[in-house]
C-alpha cells in the first residue's frame, strides 16, 4: 500500500524547479528497489531527483511534516540493502548533484556534492598531481561512501573515508541545513559531529556537500603478485608484511575460486591459487628496495611465485582485476544474488579468522570465496544464493553468523567496510552492548519522527 497519497505526490512536485525529476515511472521505482545483494526489494513510492541543497531542504521537510519515509540513494552499489526502501515513501536519488564545487590544491583538499563519483573526482585531480584514495569495488558516489564509512584498496596506507572527511553539508529530518568541521585539517571546537554523521547510513541526515583531503600522487608506483598453497599461509604472509615496517600501500588477498572467476571475467590468465596482491609507492629506489625485501618476506612465508609489475599498464590491469572480483563472482552464478560477510579482525587474528571461515564454509557444504583488505584485517567470505531457497539463504546466513561471532570474540567487528544497512542489525547489541541504547537515543533526538532510511542500523 501506497504511503504517498496522490494528493501528496502533486505537492511534492511542486517543491523541484522541474516536476519531471518527480517520478512513480514503475521503471524507475523497480531500480530503486534493491541494491546488489540478496536483500528483498522493495520499490519506493516515488523518486526524487534533487540539483541543490534548497530542494534537499524543501523535500525531507516535507516528508518529516507527512511521516512519509525517506531513503537517499547514490548508485546504489551498497551491499547490506541500505537503499532498499523497506516502507516505501520517497528515493531521494541525490546522482545529479554532482558538481566539484572547488578544488583548493594548495591545501590538498576538494569540495564537491555527494553525487560525484570516486572516478569523476580522480580525473579532475589528476591534472594537479592529486588523487583521492578511498576506492572501493564499484564506482560508488562520495556522499554515498561517507554515509556507510567505506575503504577499499588503499586503506591500509590512507585509511577508510572517516579519515578522509574533512566537514559535511548535512539537511536534518526537519528540513534544517548544518555544517560540520570545515576547511582546516583539524578542530576542537565542540563536539565530533562530522564523525557522527560518516557511517549513519542515512539514517540521520542527508548529506549534500563534503569538504575531502586528497593527496599527492606518488613520485614511482609498482605492483606485485605473490601466489600461495592455501589462503592461510597468503594470510600469514600478509601480517608478516604488515608487521615488517615497509611503506606498504595495498594488500589484498583472493582465493582461487575469485582468481579463477576473474580469469573468466577478465580475460586474464593468473595462476589460480591463492594470491596476493601488493602495491608500493615512493621514490624510485625505495620501491625497488620494499619489493626485494617483499619478496624474501613472502618466500619465507611460502610463496610458490613473486612477479612484481613496474609498468604502469600492467599495475592497473592487475588493481582492475580486483576492483571487479564481485562482479566476475557475479557472472560466475548467473541469475543468482550475492551474501558476502564483511569482518575486520585484529591483524594478528587474521590467518586463524581466515582458516575458520574456510571450514564453516566447508562443513555447510557453500561454495564460497573469501577475498578481502586483509592489510587492515577485513576480509569477505562470500556466497552466491538463489533468492528463492530459503533454505539456502538460512544455511548461508548461519555461516555468516559464525564468521561475524568469531570476528567479535576477538576483538573485531561485523562491518569493516560495507556497514550495518539490514543485513548487520542483528549483531550491533551484541557488539556495542549498551551503546545502542545511546545510539536509540540518538536517532529519536535527531529523526523523531523516524523517516530517514527506517528500519536500517538499528536493531528492532
Given at each position: 500500500m501506497s504511503v504517498l497519497e496522490p494528493r501528496l505526490a502533486e505537492?511534492?512536485?511542486?517543491?523541484?524547479?522541474?516536476?519531471?525529476?518527480?517520478?512513480?515511472?514503475?521503471?524507475?521505482?523497480?531500480?530503486?528497489?534493491?541494491?546488489?545483494?540478496?536483500?528483498?526489494?522493495?520499490a519506493p513510492?516515488?523518486?526524487?531527483?534533487?540539483?541543490?541543497?534548497?530542494?534537499?531542504?524543501?523535500?525531507?521537510?516535507?516528508?518529516?511534516?507527512?511521516?512519509?519515509?525517506?531513503?537517499?540513494?547514490?548508485?546504489?552499489t551498497s551491499l547490506e540493502g541500505h537503499i532498499v526502501p523497506t516502507r516505501g515513501g520517497i528515493t531521494l536519488d541525490l546522482s545529479r548533484m554532482n558538481r566539484i564545487l572547488e578544488i583548493r590544491p594548495q591545501d590538498f583538499l576538494v569540495r564537491v556534492q555527494p553525487g560525484v563519483t570516486r572516478t569523476q573526482l580522480n580525473q579532475a585531480l589528476r591534472r594537479y598531481g592529486l588523487f583521492f584514495p578511498v576506492d572501493p569495488g564499484a564506482d560508488a558516489t562520495l556522499g554515498g561512501m561517507a554515509a556507510t564509512n567505506a575503504s577499499g584498496t588503499n586503506a591500509v596506507r590512507y585509511g577508510a573515508m572517516r579519515h578522509q572527511v574533512?566537514?559535511?553539508?548535512?539537511?536534518?529530518?526537519?528540513?534544517?541545513?548544518?555544517?560540520?568541521?570545515?576547511?582546516?585539517?583539524?578542530?576542537?571546537?565542540?563536539?565530533y559531529l562530522t564523525g557522527l554523521f560518516v557511517g549513519s547510513e542515512g539514517t540521520l541526515g542527508v548529506i549534500t556537500e563534503l569538504v575531502l583531503r586528497i593527496?599527492?600522487?606518488?613520485?614511482?608506483?609498482a605492483a606485485a603478485r605473490a601466489v600461495f598453497s592455501d589462503i592461510e599461509s597468503a594470510g600469514r604472509a600478509a601480517v608478516a608484511l604488515i608487521g615488517s615496517g615497509m611503506t606498504v600501500g595495498r594488500v589484498e588477498l583472493?582465493?582461487?575460486?575469485?582468481?579463477?572467476?576473474?580469469?573468466?571475467?577478465?580475460?586474464?590468465?593468473?595462476?589460480?591459487?591463492?594470491?596476493?596482491?601488493l602495491e608500493f609507492s615512493g621514490g624510485r629506489r625505495a620501491v625497488d628496495e620494499d619489493i626485494r625485501l617483499a619478496e624474501e618476506l613472502m618466500r619465507s612465508e611460502g610463496c610458490l611465485a613473486f612477479v612484481d609489475e613496474?609498468?604502469?599498464?600492467?599495475?592497473?590491469?592487475?588493481?582492475?582485476?580486483?576492483?571487479?572480483?564481485?562482479?566476475?563472482?557475479?557472472?560466475?552464478?548467473?541469475?543468482?544474488?550475492?551474501?558476502?560477510?564483511?569482518?575486520c579482525v585484529p591483524v594478528s587474528h587474521l590467518p586463524g579468522a581466515l582458516q575458520a571461515a574456510r571450514e564453516l564454509m566447508e562443513s555447510r557444504g557453500l561454495d564460497g570465496f573469501i577475498l578481502g583488505h586483509v592489510g587492515d584485517g577485513n576480509y569477505h567470505a562470500g556466497f552466491a544464493l538463489d533468492a528463492g531457497d530459503p533454505a539456502q539463504i538460512e544455511r548461508a546466513e548461519e555461516v555468516n553468523a559464525a564468521i561475524v561471532r568469531h570476528a567479535l570474540a576477538r576483538g573485531g567487528t561485523c562491518t569493516g567496510e560495507h556497514g550495518v544497512g539490514l543485513g548487520k542489525r542483528r549483531y550491533l547489541a551484541e557488539e556495542h552492548g549498551e551503546a545502542v541504547s545511546l545510539m536509540r537515543g540518538i536517532k529519536a533526538l535527531i529523526d523523531p519522527r523516524g523517516i530517514m532510511n527506517p528500519g536500517k542500523v538499528l536493531p528492532e
Open positions: 505537492s511534492l512536485r511542486a517543491l523541484v524547479t522541474d516536476p519531471d525529476r518527480v517520478t512513480v515511472n514503475e521503471t524507475v521505482l523497480e531500480h530503486h528497489s534493491h541494491d546488489l545483494t540478496y536483500h528483498t526489494p522493495h513510492d516515488a523518486v526524487v531527483f534533487p540539483t541543490d541543497t534548497a530542494e534537499v531542504s524543501r523535500i525531507v521537510q516535507f516528508a518529516n511534516e507527512h511521516g512519509i519515509p525517506l531513503v537517499p540513494f547514490g548508485v546504489g574533512l566537514g559535511l553539508e548535512v539537511v536534518l529530518p526537519d528540513g534544517r541545513v548544518i555544517h560540520t568541521g570545515g576547511l582546516s585539517v583539524k578542530s576542537s571546537a565542540g563536539y593527496y599527492g600522487i606518488p613520485e614511482h608506483t583472493v582465493d582461487a575460486k575469485t582468481i579463477r572467476a576473474v580469469n573468466r571475467f577478465k580475460g586474464t590468465d593468473y595462476p589460480e591459487s591463492p594470491t596476493l596482491f613496474h609498468d604502469p599498464e600492467a599495475a592497473a590491469k592487475l588493481w582492475e582485476a580486483r576492483h571487479h572480483a564481485a562482479l566476475a563472482l557475479m557472472a560466475m552464478a548467473p541469475g543468482k544474488k550475492l551474501m558476502t560477510t564483511d569482518v
